[in-house]
């Protein structure tokens, strides 16, 4: 061999080292915790799909993104880039099998070649969840309640979920004869936080001309409670219609469940997408706003659109878990925890590692995650290495006296004598119920 | 658009329903928890590396069944099929910052463009876990150890891991002016359990001469307990040396956790792999041994060969989560369960939905899952809803007090009126002590 080979990751791909790890699978432990006591099953499906399967009708920026190739069977294949087309083609290939109202979470890596600007990779991981088969209200309301709390329960903080219905939008735009211009309107409207409404005024009337975007700049701008909002965007549309009294409902379900703080209700989210067809929502921190949108959806009544002709509706939303675990760091809120070890057996006697293992096993037992350091080094290399991994405790076995343990705090550097193991299964339980 | 789309997906890819993505997930769930409780830590990688990194010296096989492709910046790529190689680069680059000796556990999929035969599949899942950084018996138990509480956390029922040590091996085979052809040795002896006992001999009497190969035989072929086959293969090795000793040791240590039951000698498990050089071991299912090992791996002293001069020496193991399900379902104990949540709220008037989520929200405090039916059929259809979701209890919110419920119990159809919502969570709640 010439020479050696340099150990590196491509460009806008990561490593998690353990910590980042960590953190990582809190997250979403904690999202799935949530998604499963709403009923919401996982699934999976593969990384890798035909290429004509993820194209679907797309093309434009979504083709140039994707990681294509040939297999080793000649099939042009491509990695997944959401969760949402190859779950409609999942729902597509396995409709006899699935019980409707389909209740599903699948949270999974996806791909990307985009530009690595700062915070965007390459492969990042997605947390999807959809209620399919059913279009009411109720479901409508679920997903947003389970949006708040996946997130309350991942330490956010404060949150706000603006909410908007895009048939109501889409009456409104009918309304003022500007319905054909439909998907170059929401491309503007979607930009509006980010170029602001002189930008978006400008794009428009050279769309639909300047009444009608003084008309849409009107109806996105309208700044209300929930009631009055209903009311401007209801009679803009030209009076009462099944999108008005579907927000109307969904309003009383926030009301039901006092969660009116949370829930506003704001005419300018529109979604890019013109995919979308009823409810459409967007997540914001309050303690972070600029970071934009954490979790992200809307109804569809078409989820099946590509591979039949029967209609499946659908509601459902999107966490970006990279941009949260970003906005946490931001805000000081990194979880810190660096592994799952509570103690750990130190190594007085190489020979006795069985037996160290058996004491530990008794921790372990007792629901004490438990290491074993397995070289015999001094006690304070020990203690060094114990707090450089982050263990609270190590428990010393007695060289003299068989069943008897001294217990070291590693933060107070304090230690406990002529224990039992019993005893130190308490002291280190008692400690687990305090905090 | 000229036709619809055929929903499917790639040849030796596998979509997972809700009920096999539970099981997926309850089982790397327990084995997560078993590699926590020894103070493993979790890390992840990139899917895609630079083909030459996962190359490494490699080729062969190997490379005929890489996803190899160039990305679109015209970088050589792979996806990952294995986790050890990945693992290699990943210390080699981050060494800085790792604390050893370094636990780690990565759980993940990978990716090989086999032939797919029954049980093989293009795209699969494999748990490792390695304690690299140390060369000790105490950290080779460890291991052994973590293997045994792993698997029969799991509930595969009664196991056997059959231990060797590699050097002691190569000892032999040196002793016997046998060991230039090492490679080709390990690669018929790792068939032995396939093709028997005469085939193998066939095999080596080609490579090393008829005498040669009888020594081979009767070393992998002798059956004895601990001791009398760690003496044979001491003595064939020529005396007493620091990997018979290693054994012995780890055989005190198997003895003193009272494992001797679990853990065997075996002189023919030698892994095909030149990369072994202390213990290996494979882990075979007692109810089910046809089906070969579940879980195999050892100690290699070189793990950065690769990446530069330094030596780094670790011990691992790697689980076969499909292979392991497969025996699971062959055993009758596929965990049957179809869903996570304990009740569901009958929707008896859709108006009412927001107060539904209000009821179910008490009960996901109390740790009950809980959905929330949102269409309001009769009573007997909800009933077979949830029977087909298999969910046991239906809350039924009564119509005239407020407060109220009935509570269903699916399995006898039977049901307990004038419940109040803390009656529900008590009687739901002590189901789950009894269970």
């Given at each position: 061999m010439v020479g050696f080979i340099t150990p590196k990751v491509l460009k806008g791909f990561r490593d998690f080292l353990p910590a980042e790890e960590i953190r990582r699978r809190s997250l979403v432990e904690e999202l799935e915790t949530v998604f499963r006591s709403f009923g919401f099953l996982p699934i999976d499906s593969p990384a890798l799909e035909y290429t004509e399967i993820l194209l679907g009708k797309g093309g434009g920026e979504t083709e140039k993104q994707m990681y294509r190739f040939n297999d080793n069977g000649g099939r042009d294949v491509s990695l997944r880039f959401d969760l949402t087309?190859?779950?409609?083609?999942?729902?597509?290939?396995?409709?006899?099998?699935?019980?409707?109202?389909?209740?599903?979470?699948?949270?999974?890596?996806?791909?990307?070649?985009?530009?690595?600007?700062?915070?965007?990779?390459?492969?990042?991981?997605?947390?999807?969840?959809?209620?399919?088969?059913?279009?009411?209200?109720?479901?409508?309301?679920?997903?947003?309640?389970?949006?708040?709390?996946?997130?309350?329960?991942?330490?956010?903080?404060?949150?706000?979920?603006?909410?908007?219905?895009?048939?109501?939008?889409?009456?409104?735009?009918?309304?003022?004869?500007?319905?054909?211009?439909?998907?170059?309107?929401?491309?503007?409207?979607?930009?509006?936080?980010?170029?602001?409404?002189s930008e978006v005024f400008n794009i428009l009337s050279a769309s639909v001309g300047s009444d009608k975007a003084q008309a849409v700049l009107d109806f996105i701008s309208f700044k209300g409670d929930w009631d009055s909002t209903l009311r401007m965007?209801?009679?803009?549309?030209?009076?009462?219609?099944?999108?008005?009294?579907?927000?109307?409902?969904?309003?009383?379900?926030?009301?039901?469940?006092?969660?009116?703080?949370?829930?506003?209700?704001?005419?300018?989210?529109?979604?890019?997408?013109?995919?979308?067809?009823?409810?459409?929502?967007?997540?914001?921190?309050?303690?972070?706003?600029?970071?934009?949108?954490?979790?992200?959806?809307?109804?569809?009544?078409?989820?099946?659109?590509?591979?039949?002709?029967?209609?499946?509706?659908?509601?459902?939303?999107?966490?970006?878990?990279?941009?949260?675990?970003?906005?946490?760091?931001?805000?000081?809120?990194?979880?810190?925890?660096?592994?799952?070890?509570?103690?750990?057996i130190a190594c007085v006697d190489e020979a006795l590692c069985g037996k160290y293992q058996v004491f530990a096993e008794k921790l372990r037992s007792a629901g004490i995650p438990c290491e074993v350091f397995d070289e015999a080094k001094k006690l304070s290399a020990q203690f060094i290495l114990a707090e450089k991994r982050a263990v609270p405790w190590v428990i010393i076995p007695s060289t003299e006296e068989a069943g008897s343990f001294t217990l070291r705090n590693i933060g107070t550097r304090t230690n406990l004598d002529k224990l039992s193991l019993e005893d130190i299964i308490r002291t280190i339980g008692n400690t687990l119920i305090k905090n």
């Open positions: 087309v190859p779950f409609a083609r999942f729902v597509a290939e396995h409709q006899a099998e699935l019980c409707f109202p389909f209740k599903r979470y699948h949270i999974a890596k996806v791909w990307r070649g985009e530009n690595t600007q700062k915070g965007r990779y390459r492969e990042f991981t997605q947390c999807d969840f959809d209620t399919i088969g059913v279009d009411s209200a109720g479901a409508d309301f679920e997903i947003l309640l389970m949006i708040k709390n996946a997130l309350l329960s991942c330490g956010v903080g404060n949150i706000s979920i603006s909410v908007n219905h895009r048939g109501l939008f889409n009456r409104f735009l009918k309304k003022i004869n500007a319905d054909e211009k439909l998907v170059e309107i929401l491309r503007a409207v979607d930009k509006i936080s980010k170029i602001g409404n965007m209801q009679d803009a549309a030209g009076g009462a219609n099944p999108d008005s009294e579907r927000l109307t409902r969904i309003y009383e379900f926030i009301k039901d469940s006092g969660s009116e703080g949370v829930f506003q209700i704001d005419p300018s989210i529109t979604r890019g997408l013109d995919y979308y067809t009823g409810i459409v929502f967007e997540t914001f921190l309050n303690e972070l706003p600029s970071i934009g949108s954490v979790c992200s959806g809307g109804r569809y009544d078409n989820l099946l659109a590509l591979y039949s002709k029967n209609s499946l509706s659908g509601v459902g939303a999107s966490v970006g878990l990279d941009r949260l675990i970003a906005a946490l760091e931001t805000l000081g809120k990194n979880g810190g925890q660096k592994t799952y070890s509570l103690c750990a």
